[in-house]
Every structure is written in C-alpha cells, then in structure tokens.
C-alpha cells in the first residue's frame, strides 16, 4: 500500500513542481538581467529546478507516507534551498540600491508584481519550518525579524538591491506559515530514536523524585 501511495504521488509532485517553476520560479528569475544572463548560460535551467524540486516535494510526500525523516534526503533538501535563497536575494540585482517604505505595496493589479511577491512569501516558509525545529513562538519572531532586517540592509547597503518593507512583511508571514507547518507536521514523524528517548524520559521521571528526596534530607 505504502509503494501504491508513492506511486501515485509522483505525477502529483512533477505538477505541482512544474505549476512552481513555470508559474513562479522562473518568470521571477527571468525578471532580472543579472539573473536572466545566468539562465541563459545554462539552457536546462528551467528543466534542473523541475526535477530538484518535483525530487523534494516527493521524497518530502514518501517520508510523510512513512512517518519517519530521512536524514541525508532532509539536509539535501536544506542545502538546495539555502543556495537558492541566497542566489535569489544576493545576485538578482545589477550595482544599485533604493528603498521602499510602503508595506503593501505588492497589493496591486500587476501580474509580475503578485508572481514576485508570492515568490517572496514562498521562499521564506521553508525557513520559518526550519525555525520551528528549535525555537519557540515568541523566539521565532525575533529570529525571523532579525534575519529578514538584516537582509534588507545588507541588499541596501552592499548595492544589491531594495530596502523594501513590503518584502519584509512578506518575508515574515512566509516564516509564521512555516513555523505553523511545522508544528503540523511535526507529529506524524517518528523520532529516530524513539525507543531511547522513551527511556530517557522514564530515567528522567523516575531521578526527579529522589533529587527531590535528597534536597529535604539536607534541609
């Protein structure tokens, strides 16, 4: 049942990966000449991202089927993406900086303006779950506004780009929807080392009473 379910969510993810890159990825990309001259120097572009991401979505999908992490196809998945962020944040912009201080600015009637801006929402999810495996809400907020401040300013200072508040506000719901996934998934996925964490609980409910114990006889 499980190899008929991995079966069947294949064509799932290469349409979902092609609607991404077709549709997304690369009409974003291909916006800016910098990034635009890289793609043509490679003509498979468009076909490589189909196939890394149309990859993740479905190891993704056959690790959820399993209930269990696949630890080398997890970080490969994070090395993918992390390249691919700073790729699209630092190279996208030719030698110029400027700002923009409206935070809706993204909300118009402009199809390359909306495709950009669900780019820049999407790209960010992915972080706001890798948040999720260690900070706590109020610990995300921070991180997450910290690092997208600091983005900005770099892109502003260095000449790479806009100080553009609408990003960071798009930047930063991409990390609360993420976080949220997170902890949605979260409880289908096994521990790997379930059975040892199990006793290390048992170990840990069982010692507390006798610390408890001995700091009374001290007393």
């Not at 553009?164 to 996934?181: H, K, M, P, R, T």
Request: hydrophobic fraction near 55%.
């Amino acid at each position: 049942m499980l190899f008929f379910w991995a079966i069947i969510g294949l064509p799932v993810a290469l349409v979902l990966s092609l609607l991404l890159t077709d549709g997304i990825i690369m009409p974003t990309l291909s916006s800016y000449d910098r990034l635009a001259t890289m793609i043509e120097r490679f003509r498979f572009t468009d076909e490589l991202l189909w196939l890394v991401i149309t990859f993740i979505l479905w190891s993704f999908y056959v690790q959820w089927l399993r209930g269990k992490v696949n630890v080398i196809l997890t970080y490969w998945s994070i090395s993918f993406y992390l390249l691919l962020l700073f790729i699209v944040l630092f190279t996208k912009a030719p030698r110029y900086r400027d700002y923009n201080l409206e935070p809706l600015s993204f909300a118009v009637r402009n199809r390359a303006i909306l495709t950009e801006a669900a780019m820049n929402l999407l790209f960010f999810i992915p972080l706001g779950m890798l948040y999720g495996l260690f900070a706590k809400w109020y610990e995300m907020i921070i991180i997450a506004l910290g690092t997208i401040l600091g983005i900005e300013v770099l892109q502003y200072l260095f000449y790479l780009g806009t100080f553009d508040v609408s990003d960071i506000v798009l930047n930063f719901v991409g990390c609360v929807i993420g976080y949220g996934a997170y902890f949605l998934f979260a409880k289908r996925f096994r521990p790997r080392n379930a059975t040892q964490q199990t006793l290390v609980d048992a170990d840990l409910e069982v010692e507390e009473p006798v610390k408890t114990r001995i700091k009374r006889s001290h007393k």
